[in-house]
């Protein structure tokens, strides 16, 4: 309220509002905001959970009295519902406990059920399909199909966006008594069930809303579907419909025999499920736990949280996503609550106090890293700790809400949650819902349902307190095996072919080991139905045509190793790039509470081999370009230069400034308004001459973080920060800092060096004004298209790896986090790739696969 308010979010590093079309987009995340007081809305139960009672009767005043919902905006439809009319509906269910027991809210006619019956009819256009699918996006005031809509052209959605819908909309039909919100949810829930994939009873990731044809055809129980599951079983507690149970069931049963593999749960293809559609795990999947023990299911959920307890121990949160070998895959955290969420359903079926600590390990690392002084700032990189500009309306929703829960004791609630289902955004539904207004017949009743004979379904009841025993040891007998998978075991997820072979044979050829000079690996691929074609130009290109396979078993290997292929080379790429730093300001008011992410140099001083970083205060240099003498060399002597990009070589602002005696310098984009929130982050290169004459750190900042700093210095005048390739814990009181870095780093270091980046990295030379730069963009990896069972090797003029490097990688458990977020990487390199070598990566494969190799790529380029 103080900094952001009526904005949809709250900027917690600049300290104001996110407006919608104010800031620079971020895509598709910015389709939660519709100036509509997003954070507001959606936190209205939070602080009746939090009992603050007066506190909600203030929000629910400014909701009624200052949202609109009638603006010209597109958003989506699955944010607006599980967060704006989900928590139009959570507000409305407390206030009317509020009101019955007769202390506050005497004065709430329903008013914010009226807003949710309003916005339930601006949702209403986008179902307009012949499937019953609703369209992605809506907008709030023209619907879809009209010129002023911009809207109602796309054709897929994701599966969870379709199919998390039921509890909203039938609590609005069940709350107003009109039916035809229930009835479109349901009709959208039974065209995902008919669309199941019939031999694996799994659902894809991405469907064609009006064909019902599968876009993306892996399945998991991560982005994209996570909801769909939760929302079947829910619908079940909440409706007492018993077909939601039994399709539930039917899903759950295919997810513990494919997707299963404990502790992991991960990716496989709808049509092959024996087969891993990819090698990592992304971070929405930390709701399955808490989701399995309101199935029943205890074990998995013990030892899937402990794995995941086990990765946020190594990197202080949980990172988007990660590798089987729990490697950094995607290194952002935007403070999402489905860890929290579980661990507080664990706690309330087992009574285990060991939750209760890691409640506690969550509590102290927000306030720790991610609190700043404005709010708390998501985590651009869990590796630097370098923070985004960003505070989701789910962190005070959610993350709040079930830490809280997690610590209270029944006295300290004012209502019995226990009367109460979460929604997926953890906003507050009655069960007593399931017997008022049941307007609805049971149209979707479950046809071709068989009984499933599995030990998984000796439960299903949603009552904790009879389920399951109050015996701390039973969780502790589950966690114990498994209580350093992590860091010690180096596991490897296998693959369910690989599985289903058991003690036989091993797959006849690794990608890894390959040979094109080998004339026994080219003799098994040609078994496997790959042939391998020389390409006029020196690359070599792989074709496999799965009938000319020996057999099917051999063409299964041949899928496996085209897959290993893209892994391999897109691991690869990503292990050369430098890693992004850390800008981290330590000077009063801020005491290292804000962490700015920076880009790194390929020259100068190397901050992952100086642990201790550079630290001194901040001055900026005249002239400010940084291109010719310094002319205040007394204010730059023994402090850390700020200099504006451009005019220049990145190389040549250094020496100067270097000769002037700075200790390390930051240049600060010069294109207004850019941000490391919507830019591809990039490394600056050197100047084609030997750098080695430039000793200093040297970083760079886009210029809303480099304004950061320079408002800083105009309020504060002495502004120290410090340049590191990792944040260190702050000193709250600054009174022993240089003791407290010293001993973080010796703490702190481990196995935990990064050294790659989490964004695009882009690696850039400064060149003088007029010149055109010889940087050039690599190929992408995209399907090519040009042989439908065919995947190329291409060049790419992006990345020569060192043949030492790739013939004898590290085993897993010795590597850092090395594995980034997506990345593209401009260098001046220009040279081929000699397949003769041994583990040659190929610079890119490019796949076009029926049914199977197309969603790798996919995959690769998915945004969470």
């Known amino acids: 309220q103080e900094h952001a308010y009526p904005a949809d979010e709250l900027m917690p590093l600049t300290c104001r509002g996110r407006v919608r079309g104010q800031e620079p987009s971020r895509g598709d995340v910015d389709d939660a905001l519709g100036k509509f007081s997003l954070t507001l809305i959606d936190t209205l139960d939070t602080l009746v959970v939090l009992n603050k009672t007066k506190e909600f009767e203030e929000a629910v005043k400014k909701v009624i009295k200052d949202v609109n919902l009638d603006n010209d905006i597109v958003v989506s439809v699955f944010e607006t519902n599980i967060r704006v009319l989900g928590g139009l509906l959570g507000g409305h269910s407390v206030a009317i406990m509020l009101k019955e027991k007769g202390e506050h809210m005497q004065w709430y006619n329903g008013e914010l059920l009226h807003m949710a019956k309003e916005l339930g009819y601006k949702l209403l256009p986008a179902f307009n399909t012949t499937s019953g699918l609703p369209y992605p996006r809506v907008n709030l005031k023209f619907g879809v199909r009209h010129p002023e809509a911009r809207t109602g052209t796309e054709t897929d959605t994701c599966t969870a966006c379709a199919g998390t819908l039921i509890l909203e909309f039938a609590a609005l039909s069940r709350f107003t008594g009109t039916s035809i919100f229930e009835e479109y949810a349901r009709k959208a829930l039974d065209f995902i069930w008919e669309k199941r994939q019939r031999s694996s009873n799994l659902v894809g990731v991405t469907i064609n809303i009006h064909t019902g044809d599968w876009v993306r055809k892996d399945s998991g129980v991560g982005a994209g579907i996570d909801s769909y599951y939760e929302y079947l079983l829910k619908a079940y507690v909440l409706l007492g419909d018993d077909s939601f149970l039994e399709r539930f069931n039917t899903h759950y049963d295919a997810i513990m025999r494919y997707i299963s593999q404990p502790p992991l749960l991960l990716d496989v293809h709808i049509h092959k499920p024996m087969l891993n559609a990819r090698t990592w795990m992304d971070s929405l999947l930390a709701f399955f736990p808490g989701l399995q023990v309101l199935k029943g299911d205890i074990r998995p959920a013990i030892e899937t949280h402990e794995m995941l307890y086990q990765v946020i121990k190594k990197h202080n949160f949980l990172p988007e996503a990660f590798t089987t070998d729990f490697r950094v895959h995607w290194a952002q955290h935007p403070l999402r609550p489905e860890f929290a969420e579980s661990t507080y359903f664990l706690y309330k079926a087992t009574g285990d106090p060991y939750y209760l600590e890691v409640g506690k390990t969550l509590i102290e690392n927000l306030n720790k890293y991610a609190r700043v002084p404005c709010g708390f700032a998501a985590m651009k990189d869990v590796r630097t700790g370098s923070h985004e500009d960003r505070m989701d309306s789910f962190f005070l929703a959610e993350m709040f809400k079930y830490l809280y829960l997690l610590f209270a004791d029944k006295e300290d609630m004012i209502f019995d949650i226990e009367d109460y289902i979460f929604t997926t955004e953890a906003h507050l539904l009655p069960l007593w819902l399931s017997t008022t207004n049941q307007t609805i017949s049971k149209k979707n009743t479950t046809t071709e349902y068989t009984e499933l004979d599995d030990s998984n379904f000796d439960w299903t009841c949603p009552n904790t307190q009879i389920l399951f025993p109050n015996d701390p040891m039973f969780a502790q007998s589950i966690r114990e095996p498994l209580k350093n998978v992590v860091d010690k075991s180096c596991p490897r997820g296998i693959s369910r072919a690989e599985e289903s072979l058991g003690s036989g044979p091993k797959p006849p050829l690794r990608a890894r080991d390959f040979m094109a000079s080998n004339p026994e690996h080219l003799e098994i691929l040609k078994k496997m139905g790959v042939s391998l074609i020389h390409l006029k130009d020196g690359r070599v290109q792989l074709v496999q045509h799965a009938v000319q396979a020996a057999s099917s078993l051999d063409a299964e290997d041949g899928l496996r190793f085209m897959q290993e292929m893209i892994e391999l080379s897109s691991q690869q790429q990503k292990e050369q790039q430098l890693p992004p730093r850390a800008v981290q300001i330590v000077s009063h008011p801020f005491f290292g509470r804000v962490v700015l992410t920076a880009g790194p140099a390929q020259f100068g001083m190397d901050l992952s081999k100086h642990k201790s970083g550079t630290r001194g205060f901040v001055v900026t240099i005249k002239p400010y370009n940084g291109c010719s003498e310094i002319t205040n060399p007394e204010a730059v002597k023994e402090k850390i230069a700020l200099m504006q990009r451009g005019q220049c070589m990145f190389a040549e602002k250094a020496r100067n400034i270097q000769k002037a005696g700075a200790i390390g310098g930051i240049v600060i984009d010069d294109n207004e308004g850019s941000s490391s929130d919507t830019a591809p982050l990039f490394q600056m290169a050197g100047d084609g001459k030997n750098t080695d004459d430039i000793t200093i750190p040297m970083l760079f900042l886009f210029n809303k973080e480099g304004n950061i700093i320079l408002d800083a210095i105009r309020e504060y005048e002495a502004v120290e920060v410090l340049l590191s390739d990792k944040a260190k814990d702050r000193d709250l009181e600054m009174e022993n800092m240089d003791q407290k870095l010293s001993e973080n780093d010796s703490h702190k270091q481990n196995s935990e060096e990064a050294s790659s980046a989490s964004q695009d990295v882009v690696a850039v030379s400064e060149e003088p004004e007029g010149e055109s730069s010889d940087v050039t963009d690599p190929d992408s990896l995209s399907p090519a298209h040009a042989d439908s069972d065919s995947v190329s090797i291409s060049d ?57 190799i197309e969603a790798f790529e996919m995959m690769e380029k998915d945004e969470l």
Not at 820 to 833: D, G, I, Y
């Open 796 to 852: 790419q003029d992006s990345y020569t790896p060192g043949t030492d490097e790739a013939s004898t990688p590290e085993p897993a458990c010795m590597q850092g986090d090395n594995q980034p977020q997506e990345q593209k990487t401009e260098t001046e390199s220009n040279s081929k790739v000699n397949w003769d070598n041994k583990v040659q990566p190929m610079e890119s494969i490019l796949a076009d696969w029926n049914e199977d």
